[in-house]
């Protein structure tokens, strides 16, 4: 069967920091992958998705970036992290079509002080 | 462009009634509809999907949603509430020619005993 694992679960860091945030899946091939921000428990934000290995579309500007660099690894970064930088990151796959649910990680809570 | 509403912030119910989140979605051409489940700190859990075909959709937990094409709603219902049922609910909906979902701003269920 297909998991997602996302670490760490919880992350404090200060202002100005780097952030890497890894996101990897097991059990299946060439899967779409998602990263979503979400603020207070309430809507998601998607910042980035990818369908390959290379491939990031970009949904927001901002300071954050993600990257592919295997099939089923999905990486969100930051050079320098902000105070608006805080939420619950979560990350997702699918198989790809249009019909597919998304299957979600258990997230990560970043706190900015 | 695709969007989708859910136009309560909140439902209450008892448990035993009834139960119904409502979801109206926006999108060209034919819709592909979702309903997830996220309990706290947690990720998002698919629960039903339409796609085409029977307008009764049933899915995990004995949950079921209703697509209605002239509305253009997808309503989440279950006859039963239980008191684990209470968690927050995401509609999704994504276009048949569309890159990626739209998530609803969510619904937060409390069944109270």
């Known amino acids: 069967s297909q998991t ?102 258990d997230g990560t809570r970043l706190s900015i002080l | 462009a695709q969007s989708v509403a859910q136009p309560e912030d909140q439902v209450n119910v008892a448990e035993g009634n009834p139960l119904t989140v409502k979801c109206t979605y926006s999108v060209s051409g034919n819709p592909y509809l979702f309903w997830y489940v996220q309990y706290p700190n947690r990720g998002l859990q698919f629960l039903l999907k339409y796609i085409t075909g029977d307008n009764l959709v049933k899915g995990s937990y004995g949950f079921e949603a209703e697509f209605n094409k002239s509305q253009t709603s997808f309503h989440l219902k279950k006859p039963s509430a239980l ?3 209470s968690a927050l609910y995401f509609c999704a909906v994504r276009a048949s020619n569309a890159g990626k979902s739209t998530f609803g701003d969510g619904t937060t269920l409390t069944v109270k005993p």
């Open chain 1, 4 to 105: 997602i694992h996302q670490w760490p679960a919880t992350l404090v860091q200060p202002v100005g920091s780097p952030l890497s945030l890894e996101c990897t899946v097991e059990g299946t091939s060439n899967p779409n992958l998602y990263w979503y921000r979400q603020a207070a428990g309430r809507g998601l934000q998607l910042l980035f998705y990818s369908v390959g290995i290379g491939q990031i579309s970009s949904e927001v500007p901002q300071n954050l970036s993600a990257s592919r660099p295997q099939d089923r690894q999905f990486i969100l970064s930051s050079k320098k992290l902000l105070l608006s930088d805080s939420g619950f990151y979560l990350c997702a796959w699918s198989v790809p079509g249009a019909g597919q649910p998304q299957h979600f990680g």
């Open chain 2, 83 to 85: 008191v684990s049922d």
